[in-house]
């Protein structure tokens, strides 16, 4: 089983700074399948980040995803009142699919 | 627009059974690989079961292996979750997500339910 680990567990940013979450697999993830999802409370995730960089639907880009082996990032350029959230990275290339534990953006 | 409506949750006790429900609408669900992912309460993501888009291969957590069965209805566009020998730590949100292809592996998840909840306690 790949596992994921993210870091920080918690960033503390203000709107307007920039925000950058690490995503470590223990294994290298094949082809790029990883994906990067926000949620807030009380709602279900949503995807951002598929194929390691490349932006879902609708997402603005000030969300953008590098990486490749075993190490990814979720970058966000300059964050939003409404980017305050919990972000997870998961693959979906090896079985079973794994999720990392989440990295809380909270408002400094 | 495509649509995930999760349903069947509910109180149930240690060892009983539960049938989660998704409906899906919006899509051709009959050639999109569909997944059940929960989360318990204060918790992170959990993978729980996939299915392939033609019911032809599925998939199981390890902690969910014997216990749970995921299949589908294509003529109905309806995901199913039955659950059995239920325990404590089952209890969690259930998250109908629908696959980005018709496989559960190397697609991502890109249409997510709302999600039911799941309590399991006497």
């Known amino acids: 089983e790949i596992v994921l680990t993210q870091s920080p567990g918690t960033l503390s940013l203000s709107p307007g700074e920039r925000a950058t979450l690490s995503c470590r697999a223990s294994q290298s993830v094949s082809s790029s399948y990883l994906a990067w999802y926000q949620q807030k409370p009380g709602q279900a995730p949503r995807l951002l980040i598929y194929g390691a960089s490349s932006r879902a639907t609708g997402i603005p880009d000030r969300f953008s995803g590098s990486g490749s082996g075993t190490d990814f990032t979720l970058t966000i350029s300059r964050l939003e009142p409404e980017d305050f959230a919990v972000y997870y990275c998961q693959q979906y290339g090896s079985s079973p699919m794994t999720f990392g534990q989440g990295t809380k953006v909270e408002i400094k | 627009e495509v649509q995930l409506v999760e349903s069947g949750g509910g109180l149930v006790q240690p060892g009983g059974s539960l049938r989660l429900s998704c409906s899906a609408s919006?899509?051709?669900?009959?050639?999109?690989?569909m997944h059940w992912v929960r989360q318990a309460p204060g918790k992170g993501l959990e993978y729980v079961s996939a299915?392939?888009?033609?019911?032809?291969?599925?998939y199981y957590a390890d902690s969910v292996k014997g216990r749970f069965t995921i299949s589908r209805d294509n003529s109905k566009n309806t995901l199913y979750l039955q659950m059995s020998s239920l325990r404590a730590e089952d209890t969690a949100v259930y998250y109908c997500?629908?696959?980005?292809?018709?496989?559960?592996?190397?697609?991502?998840?890109?249409?997510w339910g709302k999600g039911t909840t799941v309590t399991v306690s006497s």
């Open positions: 919006g899509f051709t669900f009959s050639s999109y690989a």
């Open positions: 997500v629908r696959s980005s292809g018709y496989r559960a592996y190397y697609y991502y998840m890109d249409v």
């Open positions: 299915i392939s888009s033609n019911g032809g291969s599925t």
